[in-house]
């Protein structure tokens, strides 16, 4: 389970390595991601996409050296904006798009956000 402290108005960064069978995943062809939290989906086409690492969604192309993170999070902004109020949040749904799966593909649905 991955477990995350967010603070609301705040621009602190979350660094995440998303693995697969324990490899780092290739971001170079991802589109676009999205979180749901609380019924609300953030995605970052709303956020300017994922190639500036100043916007609140952000990640890195290819393959990260060990120990690396590949994708990176500043949601204590855009979810005070979305009215998201202090708080603990189970079963939040992170997907990763790309062209090949346009669906998306879900990379955990046990993350929680404790919110303050």
Known sequence: ???????????NTLDWRLTEAGVAIDMSNATNVTLTVGGVT???????????ATNPFFWVSGTPA???????????NIFQDAGI???????CRFTV?????????????????VVK
């Open 66 to 76: 060990d120990g690396e993170a590949n994708i990176f999070l500043r949601l204590g």
């Open 85 to 91: 109020v202090a708080g603990t949040y189970r079963n």
């Open 97 to 113: 798009y790309d062209a090949i799966n346009t669906n998306g593909i879900l990379w955990d649905n046990t993350i929680s956000f």
């Open 1 to 11: 389970m991955i477990r995350e402290t967010v603070y609301l108005g705040h621009d």
């Open 42 to 52: 953030f995605d970052s086409d709303d956020y300017g996409g994922g190639a500036t």
